[in-house]
Structures are given as structure tokens and as C-alpha cells.
């Protein structure tokens, strides 16, 4: 599981170009990479590691996917969770506090 979390983590922040997408003629965000890694080491946004330990505490399910974007002048984690039902929902959290901004699907919260 922590092995897990870390590679999503380093994935979502380090994640580098790989030559397949140059010459497939796909766009790589360098840009959005910088940012958030820029955004973490100013510390306006929690480690995504943080975060995912806490979703998968809070909420059943397992997170299937993850994205960091910019929201209204703030930084938002989206999260898509896989419940048992097997109906995948999303939640968006301030990447700073980790509050809930949103949720949409069949979001059950642990007892």
C-alpha cells in the first residue's frame, strides 16, 4: 500500500516525457509539473501521498486515478474511487487543506 502511494506520488509530480509521446505528436504538461512540484516545496499544496492515505480512510473504495489541477485560483485534487458496488464516483479536495469541495457518484463515507 505505501509502496503504492509513493509511486503515485512521484508519478503525478515527476513523471517525465517519454519519447513515444514526442513523436506521437501528444503534448507533455513539463509546465504543470513545475507548477505542482513548485506548489509543494512552497507548501501550498499537501503531499498527494497525505491525501490518498486519507481518502481511502475516509471514504470506501480504492483510488483508481488522481489529478492535480487549478480550480478558481486554487490547487484541487481530484480522486476517482472504486466502492465494491464497483460504481465509480470522484471527489475534489483543496490540495492545501484537504477539505471536500465536491463529490459526485455513489460517495459512501467509512462508519
Known amino acids: 500500500m505505501r509502496r503504492a502511494l509513493l509511486l503515485l506520488s512521484l508519478l503525478l509530480l515527476a513523471s517525465p516525457a517519454r519519447a513515444d509521446d514526442r513523436r506521437e505528436g501528444r503534448s507533455v504538461d513539463r509546465r504543470g509539473h513545475e507548477r505542482a512540484r513548485a506548489a509543494l516545496a512552497a507548501g501550498e499544496i499537501r503531499p498527494l501521498a ?11 473504495g480504492r483510488v ?19 466502492p465494491p458496488s464497483g460504481r465509480v464516483f470522484e471527489l475534489k479536495l483543496d490540495a492545501a487543506t484537504g477539505a471536500l469541495l465536491r463529490s459526485r457518484g455513489p460517495v459512501q463515507e467509512r462508519p
Do not use: G, N, P
Not at 497525505?50 to 470506501?60: G, K, M, N, P, T
Open 50 to 60: 497525505d491525501l490518498l492515505a486519507e481518502v481511502e480512510r475516509r471514504w470506501i
Open 64 to 82: 483508481i486515478e488522481t489529478e492535480l489541477e487549478r480550480e478558481d485560483e486554487r490547487w484541487v485534487y481530484e480522486f476517482k474511487l472504486l
